[in-house]
């Protein structure tokens, strides 16, 4: 059983940065594919950034260039650094893990355990 805990979610402004966090408990986190999604109030879930355990990552369109994943394997731990924070990123972000044989990044159904999120509000 993996358990995940999300952290450093905050209401800030428009243009600032952001770092959360998430640490992993149970299993071999240096072989999961770790992901970060998000769900803002009224629509559905969407996937934000992904990092194999090769350490390949992935992200989607509308935060290419702004946030950056990374992952840290000794402290079994995956951050999600978000700069220039928009309105429209505000969502309750999770984090998530994919335990076995990657099936894909980007798409929530292929992921196995889920934190329990962090909300982001940015004031416009």
């Known amino acids: 059983q993996v358990q995940l805990v999300e952290s450093g979610g905050d209401s800030v402004q428009a243009g600032v940065s952001l770092r959360l966090s998430c640490v992993a408990s149970g299993g071999t986190f240096s072989r999961f594919t770790m992901g970060w999604f998000r769900q803002a109030p009224g629509k559905e879930r969407e996937f934000v950034a992904g990092i194999t355990w090769s350490a390949v990552v992935n992200y989607a369109d509308s935060v290419k260039g702004r946030f950056t994943i990374s992952r840290d394997n000794a402290r079994n731990m995956v951050f999600l650094q978000m700069n220039s924070l928009k309105s429209e990123d505000t969502a309750v972000y999770y984090c998530?893990?994919?335990?076995?044989?990657?099936?894909?990044?980007?798409?929530?159904?292929?992921?196995?355990?889920w934190g329990q999120g962090t909300q982001v509000t940015v004031a416009s």
């Open positions: 998530a893990a994919q335990t076995g044989r990657v099936i894909s990044v980007r798409t929530g159904e292929s992921y196995d355990y």
